[in-house]
């Protein structure tokens, strides 16, 4: 059963407008580091690292990031001279976030809260890495409480592969936890965790191989509903709404951001669009057609959105199209 009319916020949810925002990609599928660019948003690794770290800091230092299956994103808001750092989920090893980090010279003192999108293991699989990193008491983690369920999915002859377990409440001390199922605010109100998404397009269906485990027993656990994505209202663009998966479809997932924020105007779309694989490739075709009519000034797909995905987007949106590196830093 599809679930709508619960998940509608009452009330929009008051997101601060920032006055700039950065984003780091820590941990994505792919990297590039030789194609060009042609947006001023957009700095890759080498220009960038260099332009904070200085020449003699890459000389002894610097190494290129690597990639893995996976998501990560360090994001900071600048908003009335005042600046905050929210890390966006943590990649799918213990080592390769923390290997980026350390390659690109960061630093993750900075962080003040961490959002994980939803419990699958390539967005929180290096989470107990940067805890010990940041080693903040009371940093709070902020999920959604199916994170916690034992998941897997069944192959076509009705084989489950279990998933990685979500880490504990005491793995993760002396950080916390905050469960949360409804929109929410973090950074000083200049974050919003979306909260549950409404399934409310008619092609944006769930997985049917996924599964959980409850009392014992294996059931279907197609719609994921612990997929969340974060959204950053930008003074004089509008929003930028970073996707994990979009389980939920980045179609769902971005007008839910509209509706939430009160806010039609959408700049930027990044990260996993879940394109990718024969049950989600079919929707590729409506799902650019409706980006198309939101009309942002940028798409990044990234992760999960698959080469097929990615390529209907290039094709169709090619000014807005950026394909996403480690180490890409976007500055709005």
Not at 37 to 63: M, S, T
Not at 162 to 179: G, L, S
Not at 185 to 208: H, S
Request: proline share 5%; with cysteine; aromatic share 10%.
């Amino acid at each position: 059963m599809i679930r709508k009319g619960d998940r509608t916020p009452r009330q929009i949810v008051q997101l601060k407008e920032v006055d700039g925002a950065e984003m780091i990609s820590l941990m994505d599928n792919s990297v590039d580091f030789l194609s060009t660019v042609e947006r001023e948003e957009v700095q890759q690794v080498r220009k960038w690292v260099k332009e904070n770290k200085g020449e003699e800091w890459i000389k002894e230092h610097f190494l290129l990031p690597v990639a893995e299956h996976g998501f990560s994103m360090l994001i900071r808001l600048f908003y009335e001279g005042t600046s905050h750092c929210v890390l966006f989920d943590t990649g799918g090893s213990p080592e390769g976030v923390m290997t980026n980090v350390d390659r690109m010279g960061l630093d993750l003192s900075e962080v003040e809260s961490i959002v994980l999108s939803h419990g699958h293991y390539d967005h929180f699989g290096g989470l107990l890495a940067v805890l010990r990193v940041v080693d903040k008491k009371n940093l709070p983690i902020i999920v959604h409480e199916d994170m916690f369920k034992t998941r897997g999915v069944t192959d076509t002859k009705g084989t489950i592969r279990k998933h990685p377990d979500f880490p504990t409440d005491y793995q993760v001390k002396p950080a916390r936890y905050v469960r949360t199922k409804q929109p929410y605010l973090t950074a000083d109100k200049t974050v919003l965790v979306t909260g549950e998404i409404p399934r409310e397009t008619d092609f944006e269906k769930g997985f049917p191989q996924h599964r959980v485990l409850t009392n014992g027993q294996w059931q279907p656990d197609p719609w994921i509903w612990d997929d969340r994505a974060i959204v950053i209202n930008i003074k004089q663009k509008g929003l930028v709404v970073i996707s994990g998966c979009a389980h939920a479809g980045i179609i769902n997932t971005t007008r839910y951001a509209q509706q939430t924020t009160g806010t039609d105007n959408v700049f930027a779309i990044m990260g996993g669009f879940h394109l990718a694989g024969k049950e989600y490739e079919p929707r590729i075709s409506h799902t650019v057609e409706e980006l198309k009519l939101m009309n942002p000034n940028l798409l990044v797909p990234s992760h999960c959105t698959g080469w097929k995905g990615v390529y209907a987007i290039a094709k169709a949106m090619p000014h807005a199209f950026v394909w996403n590196s480690v180490g890409n830093l976007y500055r709005f």
